[in-house]
């Protein structure tokens, strides 16, 4: 074990609260939000369960990490919700002047399309 991991390995949670690892030294069994949206999965409401510390620019760097046991799936959106925002893009891409649906953002700096403005 390096003097950088060393620093950083807490399993118990002693030195930092709760169990910490060094980078790529977590056990299985643990995920980090992202690795839970690869898989579908959220955290679903659980505390923070551990945690990976490393140097990094700045300072000491942290990613917290979720049980998989715990883990939820994504809810996904239902059709009506998927319609309203639809129906909001749509609002946001027409122009006010003119009515037409852009297929870009109406600038809200202007509040019109390019062309009009």
């Known amino acids: ?9 807490d399993p118990t949670g002693d030195r930092y609260g709760i169990p910490t690892f060094w980078w790529w030294g977590a056990p299985a069994g643990y995920a980090t939000r992202r690795q839970l949206r690869e898989r579908g999965l959220c955290p679903g409401g659980q505390p923070i369960a551990a945690q990976i510390m490393w140097r990094g620019v700045g300072g000491v760097r942290a990613a917290y990490l979720y049980r998989l046991d715990l883990a939820r799936p994504k809810r996904t959106a239902t059709p009506a919700v998927r319609a309203a925002l639809d129906k909001a893009m749509t609002a ?11 297929p870009y953002c109406i600038p809200r700096s202007l509040g019109e399309c390019l062309e009009c403005a």
Do not use: E, H, K, N
């Open 1 to 9: 074990m390096g003097r950088i991991r060393a620093a950083f390995y």
């Open 92 to 102: 946001r891409r027409t122009c006010s002047t003119c009515r037409t649906v852009r």
